[in-house]
């Protein structure tokens, strides 16, 4: 079974609007961690937000913020006011306590921002 | 802080030739972890090192391996290189405070 379910292959969303991206996760560990990582065509993968599983706040850094729902397993990244720089691939991916440090990760959303 | 440095960043290898890949971390971080990308199975967990001793290690056969140094630098080996090998490969380094791993830039490998 997925871990980590990204349910939408591609997005599309004109500039300064907001974009919901969504990801749902499996687990019985008690304690994960949740990131959402950018990934540019360059390849590189850049680290946007965590939030941990006991936290009782959703997470936010700038225009990201992350709409976890434990009951509901799902952790989906909100970006605000997009910019034409937020055109790449999205991964969400979980760390769970049991597991080490290894990071399992979806396949990824490819989101394009338009003018 | 520099980040993540890998390199090299392209290499092009033929069936059956080994490869070295080679990872600095950031200054400071303890926790080097290595990821393979490829279209068909996307983002796959390698190894995870930690003051020179492999901590976790994924689902992959012992053609692949690693080591790290006393410096935290790291490296990844890979033996009689087949075709299905050709992706990119990822080195994180890992906050333990914050629990992040931040990655580098990546090597692609094509092998012929």
């Known amino acids: 079974a997925q871990k980590i379910t990204q349910t939408q292959p591609g997005m599309f969303v004109q500039e300064k609007e907001a974009v919901t991206l969504d990801c749902t996760y499996d687990?019985?560990?008690?304690?994960?961690?949740l990131f959402w990582y950018k990934q540019p065509s360059s390849g590189e993968m850049i680290f946007l937000i965590y939030q941990g599983s006991y936290d009782q706040q959703n997470a936010t850094e700038g225009r990201y913020s992350l709409n976890f729902q434990k009951a509901r397993k799902s952790a989906n990244l909100v970006i605000s006011a997009s910019q034409l720089g937020d055109s790449a691939m999205y991964f969400c991916a979980m760390r769970e306590d049991q597991a080490g440090t290894a990071l399992i990760f979806g396949k990824g959303t490819t989101l394009s921002v338009s003018s | 802080k520099a980040g993540v440095t890998q390199t090299p960043r392209y290499l092009i290898k033929t069936r059956g030739q080994q490869v070295t890949l080679s990872c600095s971390p950031i200054?400071?971080?303890?926790?080097v972890s290595w990821y393979q990308q490829t279209p068909g199975q996307g983002l796959q967990f390698l190894f995870e090192?930690?003051?020179?001793?492999?901590?976790n290690k994924g689902n992959f056969p012992g053609r692949f391996s690693g080591r790290q140094f006393s410096n935290s630098r790291s490296e990844m080996n890979v033996s009689t290189l087949e075709l299905g090998d050709s992706a990119l490969y990822l080195c994180?380094?890992?906050?333990?405070?914050?629990?992040?791993?931040?990655f580098g830039p990546g090597t692609r490998l094509t092998v012929l």
């Open positions: 090192y930690f003051s020179e001793t492999q901590r």
């Open positions: 994180a380094s890992r906050e333990v405070v914050t629990d992040t791993q931040y």
């Open positions: 200054s400071g971080h303890r926790s």
């Open positions: 687990t019985s560990d008690p304690s994960y961690g």
